[in-house]
């Protein structure tokens, strides 16, 4: 491989990493050969991940139990993680995910989960690594949605609004990170994992119908993305060598579903 885009050898956090998107990104970046600490509050899947990922290798996963809830397991898990890496090159948070609910009828509790799972979360890993990139730079990928930028017709006026925070957040801190170039990107994705499933199933016949209408079928390439083969491996650009020059940028890794401005 061309040198530019290896990240062999890169020591990744990975917020998420229990399955779906961090799961298959787990896998991935560590058949590229890079050193992974994932956070999870799954514990089974999340060491069966870093398991199955670590045998096949070159690269290694491992995996600590942290509540994103939590900022102080945040905070340790972040310290412990650096040790464990030997330090740090990369962050790519993807934990956390959406509430379906009407917006008129948001409960607290799916606002407080949102807010303190998605955007707090993020910010506060963020505020967590800082001190462990700066001295030489490095590169953190955040994952919003693509809902944050666009109506989306299943509901997710609370969720779009978190990710929406994880998007504004991201570009300041790109601002004020650049001077110890570290670099700030956000993925939205539209990829087929088991939590879109649950989605489908959660909602009513009524939302299900219009979301296969505005939102699967419509998509320009003809379908749902795949995460080991065609979102990790934006993932893998964002943190290597080829995009030092990237920063403060949004990412549709979506078919061409949403515009990315
Ligand atoms: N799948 C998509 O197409 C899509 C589209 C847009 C955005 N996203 C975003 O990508 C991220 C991953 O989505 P996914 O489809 O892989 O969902 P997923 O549910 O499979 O993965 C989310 C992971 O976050 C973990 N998690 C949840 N709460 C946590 C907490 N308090 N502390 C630590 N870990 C926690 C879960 O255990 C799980 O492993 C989410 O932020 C989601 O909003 C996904």
Redesign the pocket.
Known sequence: MNELFSIEGKRVLM??????????TARYLARQGAQIVT????DD??SQVAKEATEEGPGRVTFRH?????PDEITEGVEWAVKELGGLDAMI??????LLSPAEETSLHDWDWQLQ??SR?TGLLCQAVFPHLKEKGGSIVN?????ALKDNPIHTAS?SAS?GAIISYTRTIAYEWAKYNIRCNCV?????????T?LMAEMSPEDRKEFEGKVRNNIPLGR??D?QTELAPVFQFLISPAAKFITSQIYGV?GGLLPSR
């Open positions: 917020a998420g990493g229990a399955r779906g998107i961090g799961g298959g956070f999870d509050i799954r899947l999340a942290v509540d994103i809830l939590n948070t993807c934990h956390g995910g959406p799972v998605n979360g994952v919003a949605a693509g809902g969720y990710k939205n994705p539209v990829v087929q994992t088991e939590r879109d649950e749902f993305g995460v979506d």
